[in-house]
């Protein structure tokens, strides 16, 4: 068995001669050439065509129009055919891998801005702060649409320009992939000699014998096989194509997800106190952003209530108050009658109903107040959330008691306190309120009050964790010495209002308060199946190699059966070479070598294995 030979192939098809020139095969039967020639297409013929389903690029014309007939109706033919011409070519161009990848590339970049400059979709506030602070800058963003990039003309331009290729890429390529799968191999070309990997030999099996032994070796090795003349004709790695459609048909199903996603998507955040609730309603949110397509039925129906925060720090060493759990357990339910189920929410670890998903993303304390007028009737008593200022929770907040209040005079008023609040103070006279350990290990409340009008009834929107002591309305408290009246209370601990004005009371009960972000996305499963997809999809199209392979077995003048095998593949390939060696010895085990006394004369050439196929 003569060695098997390798020349260069380009996309499938080894380097072409002269068109329409044939160099004579010079190569006796059984003898092995010392490089394969090169391959003519018109050689090759059916066996080097549709090994790939990318369309041909074409390069552009002089004139689509062709030849311009003299008057009018010429003129007008023309133009048509110029215009037809140029709309076909410039949607091959549009629908062809490298604009693809382009605007794939575009999309990316244009990203970029969306992450780095603020968002009027996501802080509308850090947006007006921008352009304050950059007054050349803020009007150039603005015209360009970088404020909202993920909305702005240009980069949705880019997206449907992407979404748009995809869908003329694929379908006229799966169409042809399909085609593909009906059809059988093509024949072998004339001369098997000028493929890239090729093995010859001569053996005393009948041709018949060779071709039964090869077709049934082929299969074996799960090619696609079958006689077609004097040759078997095998083709595998069908699962190339496949991979590359389906990359693209991943593409495509991120790109409908996201979109999607972000169009209908909503986010809102939720401050619970351990007691209270909250059901999924626009009213419920203390913050609350959606995309452009969003209704008010599209949030999933749910509620749940806060039973218990539990949070524990490292005590001691170098990592002294790091936080080891945050865990917050929830009783929830889905619809109005839904069955309450019992849940934790951790870190990471959200509630999930539906499309929704329930995070935990921050947590403080609230500590219980006690506000009664001059003649001791309670007008307030709740938890008051406090606002952390670091990581040990030094917090800040305000208590305001907007209704039921009445002065000494008996005059209606509103009352306010800013308040600051640590669950570890340092102790008097250690020069500092800032929270030495974020456990409750030692709480102070200090308290500063005012009277008069908060400024509500105004009707403009106010921090409800910050009390404005620069309203004219709003007066101080002053304590004997002409000060704004201040204090600082342990747990049970009472502040009195000067002239009979009332008290507030720091209670012994302090709540802690968890803070939830309620995330509702669709299409984020598609997202994820799609980027799956299209890894494996680029994996196989990466690692799986197209490739034909023909036995041919004929009679030569002297009776004896040659036998040649060659393949051809996409791409050029080491791999080639040594799946046709093995085919060759496989198919060499069932028709060997002729030993007669032909093969011994001093000028036989001597076997040699096929390259790439084991000794036996």
């Not at 997202?527 to 994996?539: D, Q, S, Y």
Request: with cysteine; glycine share 12%.
């Amino acid at each position: 068995m003569s060695k098997t030979t390798t020349g260069t192939s380009a996309e499938g098809t080894p380097a072409a001669g002269p068109p329409g020139e044939d160099a004579p095969d010079t190569t006796p039967p059984g003898e092995t050439t010392g490089e394969a020639a090169p391959v003519a297409d018109d050689d090759l013929g059916a066996a080097g065509s549709q090994l790939s389903t990318a369309p041909v690029e074409t390069s552009v014309p002089g004139s689509f129009g062709g030849n311009r007939a003299p008057g009018l109706a010429g003129r007008l033919a023309w133009t048509g055919r110029e215009a037809v011409g140029w709309v076909r070519w410039f949607w091959r161009q549009l629908t062809s891998m490298r604009v693809a990848l382009l605007l794939l590339f575009l999309l990316s970049l244009g990203a970029i801005p969306g992450s780095l400059i603020p968002q009027t979709g996501s802080n509308a506030m850090k947006v007006d702060a921008f352009r304050q602070a950059h007054t050349t800058l803020g009007p150039i963003y603005d015209k360009l649409g970088l404020f909202h990039v993920y909305s702005s003309p240009w980069f949705s331009a880019i997206y449907i320009l992407l979404f748009v290729s995809l869908i003329g890429c694929i379908v006229p390529r799966t169409w042809q992939f399909v085609g593909q799968l009906r059809s059988r191999p093509p024949g072998a070309p004339k001369r098997l000699t000028r493929l890239p990997a090729y093995a010859t030999w001569r053996t005393a099996a009948s041709p018949e014998e060779v071709r039964d032994t090869a077709l049934r070796v082929l299969k074996q090795r799960r090619f696609r096989a079958h006689t077609a003349g004097d040759a078997v004709a095998a083709e595998k790695g069908f699962l190339r194509e496949a991979g590359n459609l389906v990359f693209h048909v991943a593409l495509i199903v991120m790109l409908v997800a996201f979109a999607w996603g972000q169009l209908y998507k909503t986010e809102g955040d939720k401050l619970i106190v351990e007691g209270d609730g909250f059901a999924n309603t626009l009213t419920q949110y203390d913050d609350f952003k959606s995309g452009n397509l969003f209704d008010d039925d599209n949030l999933v129906p749910f509620s749940f209530d806060l039973k218990k925060f539990t949070a524990t720090y490292e005590t001691d060493g170098p990592n002294k108050g790091t936080a080891r759990t945050f865990e917050a357990d929830v009783d929830y339910s889905v619809g109005a009658d839904g069955e309450p189920k019992h849940k934790t929410i951790k870190v990471n670890e959200p509630l999930e109903i539906g499309d929704a998903k329930v995070y935990l993303v921050s947590h403080g304390y609230a500590p219980t107040v006690t506000v009664r007028d001059g003649k001791g009737n309670v007008v307030l008593r709740q938890a008051v959330p406090m606002l952390p200022l670091d990581s040990n929770e030094t917090s800040q907040g305000a208590i305001k008691v907007f209704d039921g209040y009445r002065n000494a005079q008996g005059k209606k008023e509103q009352l306010g306190f800013s308040a600051f609040f640590v669950p570890t103070f340092a102790g008097a006279g250690k020069g500092t309120m800032f929270s030495q350990f974020p456990g409750l290990n030692f709480p102070v409340l200090a308290l500063g009050g005012y009277h008069g009008d908060l400024g509500v009834d105004a009707g403009t929107p106010q921090n409800v964790y910050q009390l404005d002591t620069k309203n004219p309305n709003l007066k101080p408290f002053k304590d004997a010495k002409g000060d704004i009246l201040k204090s600082r209370l342990l747990p049970g601990e009472t502040m009195t209002l000067p002239n009979g004005a009332g008290s507030i009371t720091f209670e012994k009960n302090i709540e802690e308060w968890a803070g939830f972000q309620i995330v509702q996305q669709p299409g984020t499963g598609w997202a994820l199946a799609g980027a799956l997809a299209a890894i494996a999809g680029l994996a196989g199209s990466l690692f799986i190699q197209r490739r034909r392979v023909w036995v041919r077995a004929v009679r030569g003048d002297d009776g004896v059966t040659v036998v040649e095998v060659a393949g051809l593949g996409r791409s050029e390939s080491a791999k080639l070479p040594e799946e046709v060696g093995a085919l060759a010895a496989l198919v060499h085990d069932k028709a060997p070598t002729q030993t007669d006394a032909a093969a011994d004369r001093p000028d036989a050439d001597t076997p040699v294995p096929a390259e790439g196929a084991e000794t036996k």
